[in-house]
């Protein structure tokens, strides 16, 4: 999979899309022009007439792209299968403005699937953001109900914004960091 990073967009129909850092939804007109900053996890960051805008990944036809696809679980999957795949589906959620996925920054405290009297699957998360009051937090809260729900069986996620204990740097795994320099 090749990086999208400055590659020039057309918006091709009129799309939502959410403001960064204010995390204001907007409107983006066909023919607006920019160029993507940041695709990871299904959902674009691009930057348009100087403005970073979040498009999820559910349009990206908007911007001639394509959606990324629901993960796959065998039928009679245990709920370890489960939650697996939910952590993987945790990955895929990008701080907008840092390239760096929300489980490796250490904003999941914690990821528990319940399993319902009729096989299907709740999932409470509590999360926490880098920075309490970011903008960005509810859209964040989103971008995550959205992916988790995605997974087969899953009828709900939870997700529970906390703040306490608050986030720092050490909750970051050690690939984290070395990406950021913050060793």
Not at 104 to 118: H, P, Q, R, S, W
Not at 133 to 140: A, D, I, S
């Amino acid at each position: 999979m090749h990086s999208h990073e400055n590659e020039p967009i057309v918006v091709q129909r009129a799309v939502k899309a959410v403001a960064i850092p204010a995390g204001v939804e907007v409107n983006l007109k066909i023919g607006a022009v920019g160029y993507i900053t940041q695709a990871l996890g299904g959902s674009f960051t691009v930057y348009i007439d100087g403005n970073l805008f979040r498009i999820p990944g559910k349009d990206a036809d908007a911007i001639g792209k394509e959606m990324a696809k629901a993960p796959e679980v065998l039928p009679d999957a245990s709920e370890e299968e489960i939650r697996n795949v939910v952590w993987n589906q945790l990955k895929t959620c990008f701080d907008p403005e840092i390239p760096i996925n929300i489980v490796d920054l250490g904003l999941i405290y914690e990821c528990d699937v319940v399993k319902n009297a009729d096989n299907t699957r709740n999932v409470v998360i509590k999360m926490t953001l880098t920075a309490p009051g970011c903008g960005m937090g509810e859209v964040l809260v989103q971008d995550v109900r959205e992916k988790v729900e995605i997974v087969p069986t899953v009828v709900h996620a939870d997700v529970e914004l906390i703040f306490d204990p608050p986030w720092n740097q050490t909750m970051m795994s050690e690939a984290a960091r070395l990406q950021t320099g913050m060793m």
